[in-house]
C-alpha cells in the first residue's frame, strides 16, 4: 500500500554504506522508514531525507515496515545549519518529541509547534531561550502533561504577587498554603505564571506573541526544564550537548 504525506525527519540513522533510517513527524504520527540509496550523491532523496528536512513523502506500507520511495523538499531551515547553537537547539527539540511519546499519534498540533518554533529559531523571531521553554511547555501539554495552574491547588487564589509550582504534581500553590504540600517547590512571580499561562492555555496564533524581561525568561528556561526532565524522567543528550555550546 502507498501513500503520501508532509512530515519532517525528527531523526535519522544511518545503514551500511548508503541506506537511511529516518523518524519522521506526520500529522497522523511518528512513522519509521528506510530510504534506500539516500546516501549516494545520486539519490533524489538524499537531502529531503535529512534531518530536520520537511518533505512531501510517498510512502510504501509493508508488512512490517515502511520505506520511502520518493521525498520531495519543502523546507530544510537552512538558516539553523549555519549556527551550530540554533542546530543543536532544533536537535533536542526532535530528540524530545520522541522522549515525551514515542508511540505520538493525532500529531497534527506538534507538527505545527515545531514547524513554527524552528522557523522563529532560525529567523532569530524570539529570544532563544523564551522559545525554547515555549516549545517544552506546549509541548508537553498537547502529549498529556499539562500542569493545572488555574489557581492554587488549596484554596483557589487566581494570582498573587509570589506563588510556589510543584513540577511532580504539576500543580501551584499560594505561599501561605504551601506547607502542607510535599515535593520539590520552585517560587515563581506573576510574570512567569502568566508567561506559563499563556503557553499552554492560549489559542496557537497567540502562542509566540508575548516577552517577559530578561530574568524571567531565565527562571521560565531553568522551571521548563525540570519539568521536562521530572515528566520525561531522562537526560537528553541533545538537551546536554546544547547547554554546551550555548556555554562556550
Known sequence: MQFTTNGLIVMEKNIGELDRLVTILTEEGLIRAFVRGAKSLKSKNLVATQLLAYSRLLLYKGRDKYIVNEADLIEMFFDLRNDITKLSLAQYFC???????PQLTESKDILRLILNGLYFLSKDKI?????????????????????????????????????NFFPEKGVICCLECSEGVSGNKIKIN?????????????????????????????????????YVKIKTERDLKTLDFYHKIYMS
Open 127 to 163: 529570544q532563544e531561550n523564551l522559545l525554547k521553554s515555549i516549545v517544552e511547555m506546549r509541548m508537553m501539554s498537547i502529549c498529556g502533561y499539562m500542569p493545572n495552574i488555574v489557581g492554587c491547588i488549596k484554596c483557589g487564589t487566581y494570582e498573587k504577587r509570589e506563588m
Open 190 to 226: 506573576n510574570s512567569i505564571l502568566s508567561a506559563i499561562r499563556h503557553t499552554i492555555y492560549s489559542e496557537f496564533k497567540k502562542l509566540f506573541c508575548f516577552t517577559i524581561s530578561d530574568n524571567n525568561i531565565k527562571k521560565y528556561n531553568k522551571l521548563s526544564e525540570y
Open 95 to 101: 530528540e524530545l518529541i520522541i522522549a515525551v511519546n
